[in-house]
């Protein structure tokens, strides 16, 4: 780590203090214990922490709201995350059904079933011979999704339900799934990134190198964009054998190669 960056922001003043937590909490309609603690210590980190949550959860990105709110409620059920009540609101807010939801829920409940599928097929292949893990998944998945949930909003509920439970093996499922329907990658990518906040960076870490592995093998054609993503060497954890340094990121990861062509 670099020692010429700039020191962490003073605590700020009781009364200061105050007045952001207070305005923070008309600004949202309620407020989490976290960000006082984050907010009397480390008001730079809160304030970039803020920063993230507005682009990551707030945002328009690409999914409708409901498909949004759909996508939250399914992670919410996998991470048990009891506290994320304002979720179910915004999925009320836009025009989910409370059958919608049991539906949803029911299915984010299920997500483990392809775990049991495959160690049945795993161990007792000449009980089962003919059971295809994937195809009864599939198929199990359908009867629950029924005719309250659209297609496309039920896989992308699954692929962040598989990612909150670090299953590699779902999550790929659900990749090649949505591929097949069509569903845009950027839609898979939000879907997929809204479970950073709940369950963590490595669980969305673990998806996309799932995702990546699939575009690897060449089970799905990824557009343009997500070629130069899927051609992107050396991905992983560091390797020491590498004989490169660790560091911080630099500016350059954030700037363009013009802007980096002339030193600035």
């Keep these: 780590m670099s020692e010429d960056r700039p020191p962490s922001a ?3 003043a009781p009364e200061d203090l ?16 976290h960000h ?20 990551l959860t707030v945002r328009p990105r690409h999914l409708t709201p409901l498909q949004r709110e ?11 995350e009891g506290i994320g009540t304002h979720h ?93 329907a069509g569903i845009a990658e950027d839609k898979m990518v939000e879907a997929l990134s809204y479970v950073i906040w709940p369950c963590g960076v490595n669980a969305f870490l673990d998806a996309c190198t799932a995702w990546h592995d699939v575009m690897t093998a060449g089970e799905v054609t990824p557009s343009a964009r997500f070629r130069v993503w899927a051609d992107m060497p050396r991905e992983g954890a ?12 630099s500016a350059s990861a954030s700037t363009s190669p013009s802007e980096r062509e002339d030193g600035t």
């Design 88 to 180: 179910l609101k915004l999925y009320r807010d836009a025009g989910g059904t409370e059958a919608a939801a049991h539906t949803i829920i029911a299915m984010a409940g299920a997500a483990a079933l392809g775990d049991a599928l495959t160690f049945a097929r795993t161990h007792w292949h000449d009980y089962v011979p003919a059971l295809d893990p994937a195809a009864a998944y599939g198929e199990a998945l359908a009867r629950l999704r029924g005719e309250d949930v659209p297609p496309d909003t039920a896989e992308l509920c699954m692929l962040a339900a598989q990612a909150a439970r670090h299953s590699a093996e779902g999550v790929a499922h659900h990749v090649r799934a949505a591929y097949r």
């Design 18 to 33: 105050r007045d952001r937590l207070e305005a923070l909490r008309k600004g949202r309609g309620f407020l989490l214990a």
């Design 70 to 80: 759909s996508v939250w409620l399914a992670i919410l059920v996998v991470a048990r």
């Design 10 to 12: 003073p605590p700020p």
């Design 36 to 55: 006082g603690a984050l907010a009397a210590s480390a008001p730079d980190l809160h304030a970039a922490y803020m920063q993230m949550y507005e682009a």
């Design 238 to 249: 560091y390797d020491v054998s590498s004989g490169t340094d660790v560091g911080g990121f």
